[in-house]
């Protein structure tokens, strides 16, 4: 699984109610999350971001609550790819199973910068920034998680017959 986009960076401790704010959990449609994602923290998101961007964060991305609201919303907005210091439990499990790629890469998510370009393999645990040309190791992706993410989730996944 290769991906590649421009990185929208953001701090730590990136809770789900600005991740998706809690007026909008009425819907479940997804591009209505997506049109609304990160308002509470950055205005300027829906309009910039593009699809295959890569979210790039500090630690504790996704405390707060455990709504799916806000993997859902980030993954409807385009985002290919969160690299983060560090994921809230919950969030990362609920990214998984709604087939959003994350992974966990401390050294990446503090020297990428804003706007970077980035291509992270994760078939080999591999983001590289291609600005600086400066490679990161992270986990590769293991097979069962590979197979929910590319099937659209852990729903999906189910549904056709690729896990059990």
Same mark, same amino acid.
């Given at each position: ?10 701090? $730590?401790?990136?809770?789900? $109610? ?23 923290? $950055? ?83 591999? &983001?590289?920034? &291609? ?34």
């Amino acid at each position: 699984m290769i991906y590649k986009g421009n990185a929208i960076k953001y701090g $730590d401790n990136v809770d789900t $109610d600005v991740i998706i704010p809690a007026r909008y959990l009425n819907t479940s449609d997804h591009k209505e999350l997506a049109a609304h994602c990160m308002e509470d923290i $950055d205005k300027s998101f829906v309009q910039r971001v593009k699809p295959g961007d890569i979210i790039v964060a500090g630690n504790n991305f996704g405390c707060g609550s455990s709504r799916e609201h806000a993997p859902i919303a980030i993954k409807a907005s385009g985002i290919s790819l969160v690299i983060a210091k560090s994921f809230a439990r919950i969030f990362y499990r609920n990214a998984i199973n709604i087939g959003l790629a994350i992974v966990e890469c401390p050294e990446a998510a503090q020297e990428i910068a804003e706007g970077s370009e980035i291509e992270a393999d994760m078939d080999r645990g591999i &983001i590289r920034c &291609i600005n600086t040309g400066r490679e990161y190791s992270a986990p590769p992706f293991p097979d069962f998680i590979q197979k929910i993410i590319s099937s659209g989730g852990l729903i999906q996944s189910v549904a056709k017959g690729i896990i059990t």
